[in-house]
Protein backbone atom coordinates (compact mmCIF):
# COMPACT_ATOMS: atom_id res chain seq x y z
CA UNK A 1 0.00 0.00 0.00
CA UNK A 2 0.98 3.26 -1.29
CA UNK A 3 1.83 6.23 1.55
CA UNK A 4 -1.60 8.94 0.93
CA UNK A 5 -0.59 10.97 -2.15
CA UNK A 6 1.88 8.77 -3.02
CA UNK A 7 1.73 7.23 -6.57
CA UNK A 8 4.73 4.33 -6.84
CA UNK A 9 7.70 6.67 -5.39
CA UNK A 10 6.04 9.80 -6.76
CA UNK A 11 4.27 12.85 -5.76
CA UNK A 12 4.01 13.86 -2.01
CA UNK A 13 3.34 17.04 -0.23
CA UNK A 14 6.04 18.89 -0.09
CA UNK A 15 5.04 22.19 1.76
CA UNK A 16 5.66 24.74 4.15
CA UNK A 17 4.26 24.31 7.57
CA UNK A 18 2.38 27.75 7.37
CA UNK A 19 0.33 25.61 4.98
CA UNK A 20 -0.20 22.19 7.04
CA UNK A 21 -3.31 23.29 8.08
CA UNK A 22 -4.70 24.38 4.69
CA UNK A 23 -4.12 21.17 3.75
CA UNK A 24 -5.62 19.63 6.11
CA UNK A 25 -8.79 21.06 5.54
CA UNK A 26 -8.89 20.60 1.96
CA UNK A 27 -8.07 16.63 2.22
CA UNK A 28 -11.07 16.30 4.89
CA UNK A 29 -13.31 18.43 2.43
CA UNK A 30 -12.32 15.89 -0.78
CA UNK A 31 -12.26 12.67 1.21
CA UNK A 32 -15.36 13.76 2.81
CA UNK A 33 -17.14 14.63 -1.17
CA UNK A 34 -15.94 11.95 -2.59
CA UNK A 35 -17.39 9.45 0.09
CA UNK A 36 -21.08 11.62 -0.71
CA UNK A 37 -22.56 10.29 -3.70
CA UNK A 38 -25.04 13.11 -3.94
CA UNK A 39 -21.55 15.29 -4.43
CA UNK A 40 -20.78 13.99 -7.19
CA UNK A 41 -24.38 13.93 -8.97
CA UNK A 42 -24.74 17.34 -7.79
CA UNK A 43 -20.99 17.64 -9.67
CA UNK A 44 -22.63 16.02 -12.85
CA UNK A 45 -25.45 17.53 -12.62
CA UNK A 46 -23.68 21.30 -13.02
CA UNK A 47 -21.34 20.22 -15.34
CA UNK A 48 -24.66 18.80 -17.52
CA UNK A 49 -26.52 22.08 -17.29
CA UNK A 50 -23.51 24.44 -17.55
CA UNK A 51 -20.49 22.44 -19.58
CA UNK A 52 -22.60 20.57 -22.14
CA UNK A 53 -21.63 16.79 -20.89
CA UNK A 54 -21.60 14.47 -21.52
CA UNK A 55 -19.38 15.74 -24.62
CA UNK A 56 -20.03 13.72 -27.57
CA UNK A 57 -17.83 11.08 -28.70
CA UNK A 58 -17.71 11.54 -32.49
CA UNK A 59 -16.41 8.93 -35.03
CA UNK A 60 -14.48 10.50 -37.30
CA UNK A 61 -15.36 8.59 -40.61
CA UNK A 62 -13.39 10.92 -43.24
CA UNK A 63 -10.58 10.56 -41.29
CA UNK A 64 -10.89 7.24 -40.40
CA UNK A 65 -11.23 6.20 -44.32
CA UNK A 66 -8.31 8.44 -45.10
CA UNK A 67 -6.01 6.59 -42.98
CA UNK A 68 -7.37 3.12 -44.14
CA UNK A 69 -7.27 1.56 -40.52
CA UNK A 70 -8.49 1.65 -37.22
CA UNK A 71 -12.20 3.69 -36.77
CA UNK A 72 -10.60 6.99 -35.69
CA UNK A 73 -13.68 8.60 -32.81
CA UNK A 74 -12.91 11.82 -30.92
CA UNK A 75 -13.97 12.72 -27.72
CA UNK A 76 -15.03 16.10 -27.69
CA UNK A 77 -13.90 17.99 -24.53
CA UNK A 78 -13.57 21.31 -26.44
CA UNK A 79 -17.35 21.18 -26.49
CA UNK A 80 -17.29 22.41 -22.76
CA UNK A 81 -17.81 25.91 -21.58
CA UNK A 82 -14.85 27.49 -22.30
CA UNK A 83 -13.51 25.29 -24.98
CA UNK A 84 -11.33 22.53 -22.66
CA UNK A 85 -11.41 20.07 -20.14
CA UNK A 86 -9.98 22.61 -17.98
CA UNK A 87 -14.06 23.11 -17.26
CA UNK A 88 -14.55 19.82 -15.50
CA UNK A 89 -11.44 20.63 -12.65
CA UNK A 90 -12.54 24.44 -11.92
CA UNK A 91 -16.26 23.66 -11.90
CA UNK A 92 -15.56 20.91 -9.60
CA UNK A 93 -12.97 22.81 -6.92
CA UNK A 94 -15.32 25.28 -6.77
CA UNK A 95 -18.08 23.39 -5.71
CA UNK A 96 -15.67 22.15 -2.83
CA UNK A 97 -15.04 25.73 -2.15
CA UNK A 98 -18.61 26.51 -1.58
CA UNK A 99 -18.41 23.49 1.00
CA UNK A 100 -15.55 25.37 2.94
CA UNK A 101 -17.34 28.16 2.80
CA UNK A 102 -14.72 30.31 1.48
CA UNK A 103 -15.50 33.15 -0.41
CA UNK A 104 -11.99 33.92 -2.89
CA UNK A 105 -10.28 32.00 -5.08
CA UNK A 106 -6.69 32.62 -6.41
CA UNK A 107 -4.74 30.49 -10.01
CA UNK A 108 -1.91 30.80 -11.36
CA UNK A 109 -1.76 31.02 -15.37
CA UNK A 110 0.82 30.69 -17.92
CA UNK A 111 -1.15 30.59 -21.43
CA UNK A 112 -4.06 32.34 -19.58
CA UNK A 113 -6.55 29.36 -20.52
CA UNK A 114 -6.67 28.20 -16.72
CA UNK A 115 -6.74 32.02 -15.86
CA UNK A 116 -10.04 32.34 -17.81
CA UNK A 117 -11.61 28.91 -16.42
CA UNK A 118 -10.97 30.03 -13.28
CA UNK A 119 -12.48 33.82 -13.54
CA UNK A 120 -15.69 31.91 -14.99
CA UNK A 121 -15.94 29.68 -12.20
CA UNK A 122 -15.77 32.07 -9.87
CA UNK A 123 -18.04 34.73 -11.33
CA UNK A 124 -20.76 31.75 -11.73
CA UNK A 125 -20.05 31.01 -7.85
CA UNK A 126 -19.80 34.84 -7.02
CA UNK A 127 -15.97 34.39 -5.17
CA UNK A 128 -13.22 36.84 -5.46
CA UNK A 129 -11.02 35.72 -8.21
CA UNK A 130 -7.05 36.47 -8.41
CA UNK A 131 -5.13 35.19 -11.04
CA UNK A 132 -0.80 35.45 -11.39
CA UNK A 133 0.92 35.82 -14.24
CA UNK A 134 4.23 36.15 -15.47
CA UNK A 135 4.24 39.87 -16.80
CA UNK A 136 5.52 38.41 -19.82
CA UNK A 137 2.69 36.37 -20.41
CA UNK A 138 0.23 39.27 -19.63
CA UNK A 139 1.74 40.94 -22.98
CA UNK A 140 1.39 37.87 -24.87
CA UNK A 141 -1.52 36.48 -23.80
CA UNK A 142 -3.90 39.67 -23.81
CA UNK A 143 -7.22 38.21 -25.29
CA UNK A 144 -7.15 35.91 -21.97
CA UNK A 145 -6.26 38.62 -19.63
CA UNK A 146 -9.00 40.96 -21.34
CA UNK A 147 -11.40 38.12 -20.18
CA UNK A 148 -10.24 37.63 -17.00
CA UNK A 149 -10.72 41.13 -16.51
CA UNK A 150 -14.13 41.18 -17.88
CA UNK A 151 -15.23 38.20 -15.74
CA UNK A 152 -14.35 40.23 -12.64
CA UNK A 153 -10.99 38.69 -11.83
CA UNK A 154 -7.74 41.03 -10.75
CA UNK A 155 -4.77 40.05 -12.97
CA UNK A 156 -1.36 40.72 -10.90
CA UNK A 157 1.33 40.77 -12.88
CA UNK A 158 4.42 39.09 -11.81
CA UNK A 159 7.59 41.15 -12.40
CA UNK A 160 10.43 38.94 -9.86
CA UNK A 161 12.91 36.62 -11.21
CA UNK A 162 12.10 35.52 -15.21
CA UNK A 163 8.27 37.48 -15.04
CA UNK A 164 6.71 33.81 -16.19
CA UNK A 165 5.07 31.12 -14.82
CA UNK A 166 7.15 29.52 -12.35
CA UNK A 167 7.21 33.08 -10.59
CA UNK A 168 3.68 33.34 -10.41
CA UNK A 169 3.47 30.24 -9.08
CA UNK A 170 5.70 31.65 -6.38
CA UNK A 171 3.79 34.75 -5.57
CA UNK A 172 0.18 32.92 -5.59
CA UNK A 173 1.47 30.29 -2.65
CA UNK A 174 2.64 33.70 -1.16
CA UNK A 175 -0.96 35.22 -1.42
CA UNK A 176 -2.31 31.93 -0.41
CA UNK A 177 0.22 31.49 3.27
CA UNK A 178 -1.18 35.42 4.02
CA UNK A 179 -4.95 34.42 3.28
CA UNK A 180 -5.73 31.01 4.33
CA UNK A 181 -8.81 31.38 6.35
CA UNK A 182 -10.93 33.18 3.06
CA UNK A 183 -8.88 31.85 0.35
CA UNK A 184 -8.70 28.32 -2.13
CA UNK A 185 -5.35 28.11 -4.28
CA UNK A 186 -7.00 26.28 -7.94
CA UNK A 187 -4.56 23.68 -8.80
CA UNK A 188 -4.81 23.69 -12.75
CA UNK A 189 -4.03 20.11 -14.04
CA UNK A 190 -3.09 16.91 -11.90
CA UNK A 191 0.37 17.93 -10.47
CA UNK A 192 1.57 19.75 -7.33
CA UNK A 193 1.18 18.93 -3.39
CA UNK A 194 -1.33 16.26 -2.73
CA UNK A 195 -4.42 15.66 -3.13
CA UNK A 196 -4.63 18.31 -5.74
CA UNK A 197 -3.40 15.50 -8.52
CA UNK A 198 -5.58 12.94 -6.98
CA UNK A 199 -8.31 15.22 -6.55
CA UNK A 200 -8.02 16.89 -10.03
CA UNK A 201 -7.70 13.62 -11.48
CA UNK A 202 -11.05 12.31 -9.67
CA UNK A 203 -13.22 15.79 -11.35
CA UNK A 204 -11.76 15.02 -14.90
CA UNK A 205 -12.36 11.43 -14.25
CA UNK A 206 -15.86 11.93 -16.06
CA UNK A 207 -13.90 12.01 -19.30
CA UNK A 208 -13.06 8.69 -19.50
CA UNK A 209 -16.50 7.26 -17.81
CA UNK A 210 -18.38 9.22 -20.22
CA UNK A 211 -16.18 7.67 -23.16
CA UNK A 212 -16.25 4.06 -21.65
CA UNK A 213 -19.58 4.15 -21.96
CA UNK A 214 -20.28 5.83 -25.58
CA UNK A 215 -17.71 3.45 -27.67
CA UNK A 216 -18.92 0.41 -25.99
CA UNK A 217 -22.59 1.83 -27.08
CA UNK A 218 -21.42 2.82 -30.87
CA UNK A 219 -18.37 0.41 -30.94
CA UNK A 220 -19.88 -2.37 -29.06
CA UNK A 221 -16.61 -3.13 -27.71
CA UNK A 222 -13.89 -1.34 -26.30
CA UNK A 223 -11.30 0.87 -27.68
CA UNK A 224 -7.72 -0.95 -29.18
CA UNK A 225 -5.74 2.47 -28.29
CA UNK A 226 -6.40 6.07 -26.58
CA UNK A 227 -4.22 8.79 -27.62
CA UNK A 228 -4.19 12.27 -25.23
CA UNK A 229 -1.83 15.31 -24.66
CA UNK A 230 0.33 15.73 -22.26
CA UNK A 231 0.68 18.94 -20.16
CA UNK A 232 0.48 18.59 -16.29
CA UNK A 233 -1.48 15.57 -17.42
CA UNK A 234 -4.87 16.13 -16.67
CA UNK A 235 -6.53 15.65 -19.85
CA UNK A 236 -5.03 12.42 -20.18
CA UNK A 237 -5.76 11.00 -16.90
CA UNK A 238 -9.02 12.36 -17.17
CA UNK A 239 -9.92 9.86 -19.79
CA UNK A 240 -7.31 6.89 -18.70
CA UNK A 241 -9.13 6.43 -15.38
CA UNK A 242 -12.06 5.15 -17.49
CA UNK A 243 -10.17 2.14 -19.35
CA UNK A 244 -6.83 1.91 -16.45
CA UNK A 245 -8.32 -1.63 -15.83
CA UNK A 246 -8.57 -2.77 -18.74
CA UNK A 247 -5.02 -4.13 -19.44
CA UNK A 248 -6.12 -4.32 -24.06
CA UNK A 249 -6.61 -0.74 -23.73
CA UNK A 250 -3.18 0.81 -24.84
CA UNK A 251 -2.85 3.99 -23.82
CA UNK A 252 -1.08 6.82 -24.96
CA UNK A 253 0.38 10.15 -23.68
CA UNK A 254 1.76 12.28 -26.50
CA UNK A 255 3.81 15.03 -25.08
CA UNK A 256 5.12 18.13 -26.60
CA UNK A 257 8.38 17.51 -29.01
CA UNK A 258 8.78 21.42 -29.82
CA UNK A 259 11.29 21.56 -32.73
CA UNK A 260 12.55 17.80 -31.81
CA UNK A 261 13.55 15.94 -28.82
CA UNK A 262 17.54 16.13 -29.65
CA UNK A 263 17.24 19.69 -30.30
CA UNK A 264 16.46 20.51 -26.50
CA UNK A 265 14.14 23.15 -27.23
CA UNK A 266 10.98 20.89 -26.28
CA UNK A 267 8.64 20.04 -23.50
CA UNK A 268 8.88 16.46 -23.25
CA UNK A 269 9.61 14.71 -20.03
CA UNK A 270 8.72 11.34 -19.98
CA UNK A 271 9.23 10.29 -24.18
CA UNK A 272 13.15 12.49 -23.99
CA UNK A 273 16.14 11.48 -22.22
CA UNK A 274 16.17 14.40 -20.53
CA UNK A 275 14.28 14.29 -17.19
CA UNK A 276 15.48 13.57 -14.05
CA UNK A 277 13.71 12.95 -10.74
CA UNK A 278 13.48 15.57 -8.65
CA UNK A 279 11.56 17.73 -6.14
CA UNK A 280 9.73 21.23 -7.43
CA UNK A 281 6.53 23.21 -6.76
CA UNK A 282 5.41 20.88 -3.75
CA UNK A 283 5.93 17.65 -5.56
CA UNK A 284 8.28 14.68 -6.53
CA UNK A 285 7.91 14.00 -10.35
CA UNK A 286 10.01 13.96 -13.55
CA UNK A 287 11.50 17.55 -14.21
CA UNK A 288 13.25 18.95 -17.06
CA UNK A 289 16.29 19.89 -14.72
CA UNK A 290 19.77 20.77 -15.08
CA UNK A 291 22.61 18.59 -12.89
CA UNK A 292 22.12 21.21 -10.33
CA UNK A 293 18.64 21.19 -10.30
CA UNK A 294 17.98 24.48 -12.03
CA UNK A 295 14.93 24.04 -14.35
CA UNK A 296 15.63 24.20 -17.94
CA UNK A 297 13.55 26.28 -20.37
CA UNK A 298 11.01 24.70 -22.54
CA UNK A 299 9.41 25.11 -25.87
CA UNK A 300 6.06 24.16 -27.77
CA UNK A 301 4.11 25.24 -30.12
CA UNK A 302 1.41 24.66 -27.69
CA UNK A 303 1.66 27.03 -24.32
CA UNK A 304 -0.83 24.44 -22.48
CA UNK A 305 1.68 21.42 -22.61
CA UNK A 306 4.89 24.00 -22.13
CA UNK A 307 5.91 22.57 -19.12
CA UNK A 308 8.79 21.48 -16.82
CA UNK A 309 7.11 18.90 -14.67
CA UNK A 310 4.69 16.16 -15.14
CA UNK A 311 1.91 14.66 -13.18
CA UNK A 312 3.48 12.05 -10.64
CA UNK A 313 0.87 9.88 -11.64
CA UNK A 314 1.36 9.68 -14.89
CA UNK A 315 5.54 9.31 -13.75
CA UNK A 316 4.43 6.37 -12.02
CA UNK A 317 2.18 4.72 -14.51
CA UNK A 318 4.79 5.08 -17.14
CA UNK A 319 7.62 3.62 -14.61
CA UNK A 320 5.05 0.41 -14.66
CA UNK A 321 4.62 0.29 -18.40
CA UNK A 322 0.81 0.99 -18.45
CA UNK A 323 1.26 3.85 -20.56
CA UNK A 324 3.34 4.48 -23.76
CA UNK A 325 5.12 8.51 -24.18
CA UNK A 326 6.29 9.75 -27.53
CA UNK A 327 6.13 13.33 -28.69
CA UNK A 328 4.82 15.02 -31.35
CA UNK A 329 7.11 17.88 -33.35
CA UNK A 330 5.42 21.57 -34.11
CA UNK A 331 5.78 20.84 -37.37
CA UNK A 332 3.60 17.28 -37.44
CA UNK A 333 1.15 19.43 -34.98
CA UNK A 334 0.28 21.96 -37.40
CA UNK A 335 -0.30 18.86 -40.46
CA UNK A 336 -2.38 16.76 -38.23
CA UNK A 337 -4.32 20.08 -37.42
CA UNK A 338 -4.27 21.39 -40.82
CA UNK A 339 -6.04 17.58 -42.11
CA UNK A 340 -8.54 17.33 -38.96
CA UNK A 341 -9.99 20.93 -40.10
CA UNK A 342 -10.09 19.90 -44.01
CA UNK A 343 -11.64 16.50 -43.27
CA UNK A 344 -13.65 16.52 -40.12
CA UNK A 345 -14.91 20.41 -39.82
CA UNK A 346 -13.16 19.82 -36.27
CA UNK A 347 -10.70 22.26 -35.43
CA UNK A 348 -8.30 21.06 -32.29
CA UNK A 349 -6.29 22.92 -30.19
CA UNK A 350 -2.89 22.97 -30.64
CA UNK A 351 -2.17 20.87 -27.18
CA UNK A 352 -4.56 18.47 -28.42
CA UNK A 353 -3.32 18.47 -32.52
CA UNK A 354 -0.60 15.97 -30.85
CA UNK A 355 -2.76 13.59 -29.94
CA UNK A 356 -3.63 13.61 -33.15
CA UNK A 357 -0.51 13.67 -34.58
CA UNK A 358 0.34 10.30 -32.75
CA UNK A 359 -3.29 8.38 -33.61
CA UNK A 360 -2.26 9.26 -37.20
CA UNK A 361 0.66 7.43 -37.19
CA UNK A 362 -1.01 4.55 -35.70
CA UNK A 363 -4.07 4.38 -37.22
CA UNK A 364 -2.96 2.61 -40.39
CA UNK A 365 -1.38 -0.25 -38.43
CA UNK A 366 -4.83 -1.06 -36.89
CA UNK A 367 -8.05 -3.00 -38.91
CA UNK A 368 -10.77 -1.66 -39.63
CA UNK A 369 -12.97 -3.50 -37.24
CA UNK A 370 -10.95 -1.88 -34.49
CA UNK A 371 -11.55 1.30 -32.97
CA UNK A 372 -9.07 4.38 -31.51
CA UNK A 373 -10.07 7.11 -29.47
CA UNK A 374 -8.27 10.67 -29.19
CA UNK A 375 -9.20 12.79 -26.55
CA UNK A 376 -9.66 16.29 -28.19
CA UNK A 377 -8.81 18.68 -24.88
CA UNK A 378 -9.93 22.04 -26.17
CA UNK A 379 -10.85 23.65 -29.38
CA UNK A 380 -8.66 25.79 -31.53
CA UNK A 381 -11.03 28.67 -32.73
CA UNK A 382 -10.80 30.73 -30.04
CA UNK A 383 -7.18 30.59 -30.20
CA UNK A 384 -7.12 32.57 -33.71
CA UNK A 385 -4.02 34.77 -32.57
CA UNK A 386 -1.81 31.98 -31.83
CA UNK A 387 -2.63 29.35 -34.52
CA UNK A 388 -2.60 31.94 -37.83
CA UNK A 389 0.95 32.83 -36.51
CA UNK A 390 1.62 29.36 -36.57
CA UNK A 391 0.17 28.79 -40.12
CA UNK A 392 2.41 32.23 -40.91
CA UNK A 393 -0.42 33.29 -42.91
CA UNK A 394 -0.23 36.55 -44.63
CA UNK A 395 -3.11 38.14 -44.81
CA UNK A 396 -3.72 37.61 -41.24
CA UNK A 397 -0.73 39.24 -40.50
CA UNK A 398 -1.88 42.13 -42.90
CA UNK A 399 -4.93 42.10 -40.63
CA UNK A 400 -2.98 42.74 -37.71
CA UNK A 401 -0.73 45.62 -39.17
CA UNK A 402 -3.71 47.10 -40.03
CA UNK A 403 -5.51 47.04 -36.85
CA UNK A 404 -2.11 47.80 -35.46
CA UNK A 405 -2.55 50.94 -37.99
CA UNK A 406 -6.09 51.84 -37.00
CA UNK A 407 -5.92 51.99 -33.52
CA UNK A 408 -2.43 54.38 -33.77
CA UNK A 409 -4.66 56.53 -35.69
CA UNK A 410 -7.43 56.92 -34.03
C1 LIG B 1 -4.27 23.29 -20.48
C2 LIG B 1 -4.51 22.46 -21.66
C3 LIG B 1 -3.81 21.25 -21.88
C4 LIG B 1 -2.72 20.75 -20.98
O1 LIG B 1 -3.09 20.40 -19.70
P1 LIG B 1 -3.24 18.90 -19.18
O2 LIG B 1 -3.32 19.08 -17.71
O3 LIG B 1 -2.03 18.13 -19.61
O4 LIG B 1 -4.47 18.34 -19.77
C5 LIG B 1 -4.16 20.49 -22.99
N1 LIG B 1 -5.09 20.91 -23.88
C6 LIG B 1 -5.76 22.07 -23.70
C7 LIG B 1 -6.77 22.47 -24.73
C8 LIG B 1 -5.49 22.89 -22.60
O5 LIG B 1 -6.16 24.04 -22.46
Known sequence: MNKPGYFGQWGGAYIPEVLYE?????????????ADPAFWQEYVALMSSYSCRPTPLTHADNLSRHFGGAQIFIKREDLNHTGAHKANNVMGQGLLVKRM????????????????ACATMAAKFGFACTIYMGEEDVHRQRPNVFWMEKLGATVVPVTTGSRTLKDAINEAFRDWVSNMDTTHYVMGTVCGPHPFPEMVAWFQSI???????????SHGKLPARI???????????????????????ELIGVEAGG????????????????????????????????SDGQMLDTHSVAAGLDYIGVSPLLTDLWEKGRVRFTAATDQEVMAALDLTIKKEGIIPALES??????????????SSDQAIIINQSGRGDKDIFTIAHAFDDPSWKEFIRKKGEEYATR
Open 353 to 366: SHAFVQAFKEAGEL
Open 22 to 34: TFRELREVYAKAK
Open 259 to 290: KGIDTGQHAARLASQDASPGVAQGYKTMFLQD
Open 101 to 116: GKTRVIAETGAGQHGV
Open 207 to 217: IGIEARKQIIA
Open 227 to 249: YACVGGGSNAMGIFQGFLADSEV
